[in-house]
C-alpha cells in the first residue's frame, strides 16, 4: 500500500506562486505515474499534470506553462511548482500515485488548499 502526505499551499496574491509537495511512501514516485489534480466545491476532479517513472512531462491545457511537475525519487517526492497563478487556479490540489502492474489501486493524497486572491 503507499500512503501520500503532501504539504505546501495556502493563501497567495494573483501572479504569485506556490509549491506543492507529495512524498510518497516506498518507491512509488520513482515507478509509478504521479499525478495532480485539482477541485473546486460542486465540481468534478479535474487533472493538473503528470510525470511518468521515465520523467516525461505533460500538463493540462489549461495550465498554459505556468506549472511544473518534478519528481525527486532519492527523496520520494513530487513536487508541482505554480507561478503566475489566478484566482481560476483557487482549488483543493490531490496528488495521485496511478495503477501500475501488480497493484491497479489509485493512491490520493490528503488534498490541500490553495487559495489566489484577486
Known sequence: QVQL?????????AGGSLRLSCTASGRAISVRPIGWYRQTPGNQREWVARIIPDGITDYAEYVNGRFAISRDGANNTA???MNSLTSEDTAVYYCDAAPIMGDFRDYWGQGTQVTVAS
Open 5 to 13: 502526505v503532501q504539504s505546501g499551499g495556502g493563501l497567495v496574491q
Open 79 to 81: 513536487t508541482l511548482q
